[in-house]
């Protein structure tokens, strides 16, 4: 079920058996520390991605990286498009799945720089009525999840490249964990921009984590990986299969569009 790897006559067994379901895989190329590969994101969103097609049958398209990442242009490897292009291109992008014959797009997105563009980008799809619908499964692990990742965790802060990515990391490419370069310190919040309360600035992520580290590696292991990795398999799995089902999102799209014309 992955797109790139399907014959011409079996991607269109593909298209029928996903029921015209295509998941887009969204990461980033940016810093993960010092300790994991400057892929991470990516190859969480793509693995996963290939996980859920497992269980819920749904084509995966290729690994997709040119998402939003200014903030990590002072470190090496990292590729940031310019904004106006990576709308452009991410429309494109969708325009073609859909062209393919997939009325359905499922964005399954672990980069958390994308979480200010990925709403906006849906919201643009009221500008102009496209022939299919977009879907963004919001969170990066399940609900119930939560609670059972609280009891495992080690680190009080956990985030970028710390103990749930290492994890995850160690259990899908343990290869490409450097363990004797996960930092001493612990990555924590600097509050650098805490004497501005409920404000925002562009700086708020650097003012926090300037070394792209955020939580603690050293207590990350294979084993808490792969708990993450199935749920959020199964997590992803059972959005596609209510998505499959879905009648209401594709029905008021259209009725939405129509009320303009009349209006």
């Known amino acids: 079920m992955q797109w790139e790897e399907l014959t011409v006559p079996d991607f269109k067994k593909a298209l029928i058996s996903s029921e015209g379901v295509c998941v887009l895989p969204l990461g980033v190329m940016e810093k993960h520390s010092d300790h994991l590969p400057i892929g991470t994101d990516l190859i969480i969103a793509r693995m996963v991605a290939r996980k859920a097609a497992e269980i819920e049958p749904a084509v995966v398209f290729p690994d997709y990286y040119f998402t939003q990442i200014h903030e990590a242009k ?129 700086m708020d992520w650097y003012a926090n984590y300037p070394r792209h580290y955020a939580g603690d590696g050293h207590f990350g292991t294979s084993q808490k990986g792969e708990k993450s990795v199935n749920d959020l398999a199964q997590y992803l799995a059972k959005a596609i299969g209510n998505i499959k089902k879905d009648s209401m999102a594709p029905g008021l799209y259209k009725e939405y569009f129509q009320s303009i014309q009349h209006s």
């Not at 563009?117 to 609900?143: A, D, N, V």
């Not at 995850?168 to 921009?193: C, D, H, Y």
């Open 74 to 202: 002072h470190y090496p490897g990292a590729v940031a498009i310019q904004g106006r292009l990576m709308m452009d291109l991410l429309e494109n992008v969708c325009d073609e799945i859909a062209r393919n014959g997939f009325k359905k797009i499922v964005f399954f997105n672990y980069h958390g720089g994308n979480e200010a563009f990925l709403p906006f980008f849906l919201q643009l799809f009221l500008e102009k009525e496209k022939p299919y619908m977009i879907y963004w499964l919001r969170g990066y692990q399940s609900p119930e999840f939560q609670a059972v990742w609280n009891e495992m965790r080690g680190s009080s802060e956990d985030g970028h490249a710390g103990e749930s990515e290492t994890s995850i990391i160690q259990s899908l490419t343990p290869q490409l964990v450097k363990e004797n370069q996960i930092p001493q310190e612990s990555g924590t919040a600097l509050k650098r921009l805490s004497h501005l309360p409920n404000l925002s600035t562009p």
